[in-house]
């Protein structure tokens, strides 16, 4: 008996290309740059849909300074129809 293949849609995130670079010149200690938003897509699946266009959400990030007493570098808030949870911390290899 032959078993059916499972086809999985997984969540595509689009972010804009030049968010690291955002984030490098936010944290940058002669930086004159509080803050700033870079966009962010999210789709049900990266493949065509067979569906209408409503399974996909865009909005905005606002990347900006930490304040003083956090242990961040960057605060992230999201804006418009984005919802954003923390769920690990990611440290650079030269940190551990």
């Given at each position: 008996m032959a078993t059916q293949a499972i086809l999985l849609s997984l969540p595509y995130?689009?972010?804009q290309p030049s968010i690291?670079?955002?984030?490098?010149?936010?944290?940058?200690?002669?930086?004159?740059?509080?803050a700033e938003d870079c966009w962010i897509s999210c789709y049900r699946s990266a493949g065509p849909s067979k569906e209408d266009e409503s399974e996909?959400?865009?909005?905005?990030i606002?990347?900006?300074?930490?304040?003083?007493?956090?242990?961040?570098?960057?605060?992230?808030q999201a804006r418009g129809e984005i919802q954003l949870e923390m769920i690990n911390?990611?440290?650079?290899l030269s940190s551990l």
């Open positions: 995130i689009s972010l690291s670079q955002v984030i490098s010149d936010i944290i940058h200690p002669s930086s004159q740059i509080g996909s959400v865009h909005g905005k606002r990347i900006s300074q930490a304040d003083e007493d956090s242990n961040e570098d960057i605060e992230i911390q990611v440290r650079p």
